[in-house]
Nanobody, 124 residues
Framework: QVQLGESGGGLVQAGGSLRLSCAAS????????MGWFRQAPGKEREFVAG????????VYADSVKGRFTISRDNAKNTMTLQMNSLKPEDTANYYC?????????????????WGQGTQVTVSS
């Protein structure tokens, strides 16, 4: 069992930045593919970014490429999502996930463990 906890959400103006963090409670953190997903009210959960166990491979949704950066620190069992040039359409609840498969478009059903989510609101 892996427990995940997100932090770093908040309210920011369009064009601003936020940094989300995810802390994992497992000694095998470096064996898990990790990902960020988001869900806006009335919409399905969608993939944002993913990173392989050792951090050597990353995948991004087209909507965030060039603006968001995913990274991980396996020594600290943490993953981060640096979000720059935020837009109102980035407003959503952001979830950290573990245990998936790093395909070109990872699916939420492929991830085994989820955090509670952290709200990101971007005002125009």
């Amino acid at each position: 069992q892996v427990q995940l906890g997100e932090s770093g959400g908040g309210l920011v103006q369009a064009g601003g930045s936020l940094r989300l963090s995810c802390a994992a409670s497992t000694r095998k953190f470096n064996t898990y593919t990790m990902g960020w997903f988001r869900q806006a009210p009335g919409k399905e959960r969608e993939f944002v970014a993913g990173i392989s166990g050792r951090g050597g491979n990353t995948v991004y949704a087209d909507s965030v490429k060039g603006r968001f950066t995913i990274s991980r620190d396996n020594a600290k069992n943490t993953m981060t999502l640096q979000m720059n040039s935020l837009k109102p359409e980035d407003t959503a609840n952001y979830y950290c996930a573990a245990g998936g498969i790093l395909t070109r478009t990872p699916q939420s059903s492929q991830f085994d463990y989820w955090g509670q989510g952290t709200q990101v609101t971007v005002s125009s």
